[in-house]
Structure formats: C-alpha cells, structure tokens
C-alpha cells in the first residue's frame, strides 16, 4: 500500500489517540504535531515521530502532509481547516465539527473549493454495534422508524478536565445526534431541551446534564439523555492499565415491527478486585498487543483508505453540519427556555 503522511493539529488526549493510532498503522506516517502548547506537540512526536509546531502555517509550509488530523478544540477548527484545505492536505477534523453554523460552512466551502476531502470525527459511525443497528434500520428489519433513546453519562471527572469550556451537549451529546440522524436520514422539525443544574453549575456555571427531544417531520422522535455527572469513582481504578473507563451509555430504536437496544454499561467485560467493581471500555480505544484497536483504528483507516483510493468518507462535513445544526438547537433551547424550529 502507498504510504501516506500525516500531521496532527491539537496534541491532546484525542489528538494523541489518533496520532497513536496512525502510528501504528504500517502504511502512514507521523510527520509533524502542532500545538499552542508547545510542550504538547513535543511530547507527541517525541512518541510517535516528526517535528513540533507552534504555528500551523509553518508545519504546513514545512512539511506539505498528505493528510492532517485537527483535534483542537471545537471552536477553534475552522483556521486550522481552511489552512489545510488551502495546502492541498486532505482532512480528518473531530467531532463537534464546529460551533456555529457559519464556521461549518466556510470550512464545507474551503474544501470544496481546493478539492480536497473532508471527514468528520463521528468514531461511534466506526463502532461496529452502533453500525449493525444502522444496517438492520437500513435493512427495513424494524419497520417504519418510530424513535430512539440514547443515554450518555460519563464521570463528573470529564466536566473538571474541561473546566466549564464547554457543555455536554456540544461535547458529548453530538454523538448521538449523529446516531439519530444517521439512522434516520429526515428532516428534523424542532428540538426541545432542558439542563439540569449539580455540582458542575456550582463550580463551572455549566449544566451538569440535559435532556434533548428532536421531532422529526414524519412525527418520530430521537430522544438523548446526556451529561457528566457519574461520580469520580465510576472509573477510579488504576490497574490493569489497559482497563480505561468509560460511562453509562445505552441506545434503543424502536420500529412499527422491531426494536434494537444496546447496553454499553458494561461493554460486555467488569471485574471486581481490591480496587472494587470495573467496568473497562473494550470498544472505543482499547489496548490490545501494545496497541489502540477498537472504533478508533477502524475511523482512521477508513480516512485513509478514502484518501488512497479518492472515495466520499462515510462522515462528510454536510453531516457534521448537521449534527452541530441539532446541537446548536438544543443550546439555544436551554438558553432561552422554549421549543427552538428549524428545517435542516
């Protein structure tokens, strides 16, 4: 296979997975890491090769990657994609797309315009759980599609990572709306929502959770539980140190004539010793053989493979738009305290 090149933008924790996972694969190679932190970007080529950044114009002019990989954070990937687009470098950018609808459309008209691809972050798309109840929606195996719940909780840990940058809505919750649109490709009339207030509010003035209703033309509903309010306990444990947390997360579609539930609490695997009960994520980004496996290879690959042979990714940014479109409703829903309409 013809190798490929590849630079990263944003060298924490998911520009890192990422970097790692591209690592690993034999064909790409790690050519140059970028980060505002400079220190960040160092600790990431130090691991897996190239040279760091604190400029994204430079390592661009520098280096020309085939391929870059923006994991900055989610208000700050439009310089970083049109940049790129305009260097001729195909594009990997994470999820959320964007925070508004204007950064997501000049980044949609940037790499339209210098032809190159561009792929959103959607890893649960690369889940193959999440993707077999795709295929049997797909497959007419449910009838006529009536709804889908999807709960997702992680540890209140996250919420204190970020600091109140951001809520979970826009950052964990856009998961599932992908989910909910991806299985049911419609038009999306209106999105209700409501934050709860706990010990994030108090420190962050962030809500700690929400509850979001999308109503569909057709009369369906994709329902989403979501937030950062699971005790710092949930995934406390240290050992073995391939047992990486994860949360509560379920996700159930129901049909005129089926339905399909998935139960990640656990991912199939828990174990109790003397650091109490553990509930490992086995789907995302596990460790296996001294590498990351899981969702997370299969989406880089699947960028890869459709950079390689020039085919549209499964997750384009006219996806990601519509995601954030969703997300960005249900903010305003909270914000101003009614029913937010709107035509996708």
Same mark, same amino acid.
């Given at each position: 296979m013809e190798e490929?090149?590849?630079?990263?933008?944003?060298?924490?924790?998911?520009?890192?997975?990422?970097?790692?996972?591209?690592?690993?694969?034999?064909?790409?190679?790690?050519?140059?890491a970028m980060d505002v932190d400079f220190g960040r970007a160092e600790n990431l080529v130090e691991l897996f090769g190239g040279r760091a950044?604190?400029?994204?114009?430079?390592?661009l002019n520098q280096e020309n990657p085939d391929t870059v990989i923006i994991a900055t954070p989610e208000s700050e990937h439009r310089e970083a994609v049109i940049a790129a687009s305009q260097k001729g470098s195909h594009?990997?950018?994470?999820?959320?797309?964007?925070?508004?609808?204007?950064?997501?459309?000049?980044m949609i008209r940037a790499s339209d315009e210098n032809g190159v691809m561009l792929m959103v972050g959607h890893i649960l798309r690369f889940e193959v759980n999440y993707a077999m109840i795709q295929a049997a929606v797909v497959d007419g195996r449910i009838g006529r599609f009536l709804s889908a719940y999807a709960r997702r909780i992680t540890p209140i840990n996250e919420a204190f990572r970020l600091?109140?940058? +951001?809520?979970? /809505?826009?950052?964990?919750? +856009?998961?599932?709306?992908?989910q909910f649109l991806w299985y049911h490709p419609e038009v999306v009339k209106s999105v209700y929502a409501r934050g709860i207030k706990g010990r994030v509010w108090e420190q962050f003035g962030?809500?700690?959770?929400?509850?979001?209703?999308m109503e569909y033309e057709d009369g369906s509903l994709g329902i989403h539980e979501v937030g950062w309010c699971l005790p710092e306990q949930w995934a406390g444990w240290q050992r073995p140190p391939s047992w990486g947390g994860f949360g509560? +997360?379920? &996700?159930?579609?129901?049909?005129?004539?089926?339905?399909?539930?998935?139960?990640?609490?656990? &991912?199939?695997?828990?174990?109790?010793?003397?650091?109490?009960?553990k509930l490992p994520d086995t789907r995302h980004w596990p460790t296996m053989n001294d590498k990351l496996v899981g969702a997370a290879?299969?989406?880089?690959?699947?960028?890869?493979?459709?950079v390689l042979e020039g085919k549209e990714p499964l997750v384009t940014g006219v996806d990601g738009r519509r995601s954030?479109?969703? &997300? /960005?409703?249900?903010?305003n829903s909270i914000s101003q305290d009614r029913v937010i309409d709107l035509t996708l």
């Open positions: 490929i090149s590849f630079a990263v933008v944003g060298s924490g924790f998911m520009g890192g997975v990422l970097a790692r996972v591209g690592y690993e694969l034999p064909y790409a190679r790690c050519v140059a950044y604190g400029n994204i114009e430079d390592m594009i990997l950018v994470e999820k959320p797309f964007a925070t508004t609808l204007e950064d997501a459309d000049a600091e109140g940058r +951001v809520s979970p /809505i826009t950052y964990i919750a +856009v998961h599932d709306i992908d962030t809500y700690d959770c929400a509850w979001i209703t509560d +997360v379920q &996700m159930n579609v129901i049909g005129t004539e089926g339905v399909l539930n998935l139960n990640f609490t656990p &991912m199939g695997l828990y174990g109790l010793d003397q650091e109490g009960w290879k299969l989406e880089m690959e699947h960028f890869f493979e459709c954030i479109e969703i &997300m /960005i409703a249900a903010e």
